[in-house]
């Protein structure tokens, strides 16, 4: 996926989980946060940031902060992208191969999830997670607890006791992490359940990402670590 109009800034200040401040030019400007995560890592005061200029300039937040800098580490946040960039991994056969369907947002009985894919063969319900949290090299998530998640995992081994398969896929919005693991210490019913769900036919996949300040796409499988450490 591709972004366009973006901007470099440095990070001042978050008031609430949907708008920061940052200096832009020498000025002070508002932006929408696309991430509701607390992401408290990565926005620091003074952190480089990038943001990508609204379409509508009657908007009341003109900006939204797209990805930010952490060391060495461009780190996309924009928690619509590990769907859209999923999407596109896909569509293109890398999931289950020549995909004769990919739905987003795919309706099972009261319940929804992310994606439902077919190919001539097989049939697949899949929920993506975005990862944000990273130390070391060791990706996590979540990075607040997330009774949703839990859930989502519930419906994941409902689908495989129904026959289909399932995947819960964690996408890695940053490049070069050496694995991932749910965060235990933040939400250990997040972990457990992810544990039951693999053991009960769920497939979890974790993919990283090559991130630019203008584009984002999936890059290459990353080792998944479920015991409890």
């Given at each position: 996926?591709?972004?366009?109009?973006?901007?470099?800034a440095?990070?001042?200040?978050?008031?609430?989980?949907?708008?920061?401040?940052?200096?832009?030019?020498?000025?002070?400007?508002?932006?929408h946060?696309?991430n509701?995560?607390?992401?408290?890592?990565?926005?620091?005061?003074?952190a480089?940031?990038?943001?990508?200029?609204?379409?509508?300039?009657?908007?009341?937040?003109?900006y939204?902060?797209i990805?930010?800098?952490?060391?060495h580490r461009?780190?996309?946040?924009?928690?619509a992208a590990?769907n859209?960039?999923?999407?596109?991994?896909a569509?293109?056969?890398?999931?289950?191969?020549?995909?004769?369907?990919v739905k987003?947002?795919?309706?099972?009985?009261?319940?929804?999830?992310d994606?439902?894919?077919?190919?001539?063969?097989?049939?697949?319900?899949?929920?993506?997670?975005?990862?944000?949290?990273?130390?070391?090299?060791?990706?996590?998530?979540?990075?607040?607890?997330?009774?949703?998640?839990?859930?989502?995992?519930?419906?994941?081994?409902?689908?495989?006791?129904?026959?289909?398969?399932?995947?819960?896929?964690?996408?890695?919005?940053?490049?070069?992490?050496?694995?991932?693991?749910?965060?235990w210490?933040?939400?250990?019913?997040?972990?457990?359940?992810?544990?039951?769900?693999?053991?009960?036919?769920?497939?979890?996949?974790?993919?990283?990402c090559?991130?630019?300040?203008?584009?984002?796409?999936?890059?290459?499988?990353v080792?998944?670590v479920?015991?409890?450490?």
């Amino acid at each position: 996926m591709h972004y366009d109009r973006m901007l470099e800034a440095r990070f001042l200040s978050r008031p609430n989980r949907f708008v920061a401040l940052v200096a832009l030019n020498g000025q002070k400007v508002v932006c929408h946060v696309k991430n509701t995560g607390r992401c408290k890592e990565l926005l620091l005061p003074g952190a480089t940031v990038y943001i990508q200029k609204a379409d509508n300039p009657d908007r009341k937040t003109p900006y939204d902060l797209i990805a930010v800098q952490k060391g060495h580490r461009l780190i996309n946040m924009d928690a619509a992208a590990p769907n859209q960039v999923f999407s596109e991994w896909a569509r293109a056969g890398n999931l289950l191969p020549s995909p004769t369907l990919v739905k987003a947002e795919a309706r099972r009985g009261a319940s929804r999830l992310d994606f439902y894919i077919e190919s001539a063969t097989r049939k697949a319900w899949v929920e993506v997670k975005g990862v944000t949290l990273e130390e070391n090299g060791h990706v996590r998530f979540p990075d607040a607890p997330t009774e949703r998640g839990v859930k989502h995992l519930r419906e994941l081994e409902a689908c495989v006791r129904d026959g289909y398969e399932a995947y819960a896929v964690f996408v890695v919005q940053m490049e070069g992490v050496t694995d991932f693991a749910p965060n235990w210490l933040t939400h250990p019913a997040f972990g457990e359940a992810l544990v039951q769900a693999a053991e009960n036919g769920v497939q979890v996949l974790a993919l990283d990402c090559t991130v630019e300040v203008d584009s984002l796409r999936i890059r290459q499988r990353v080792p998944v670590v479920l015991e409890r450490r």
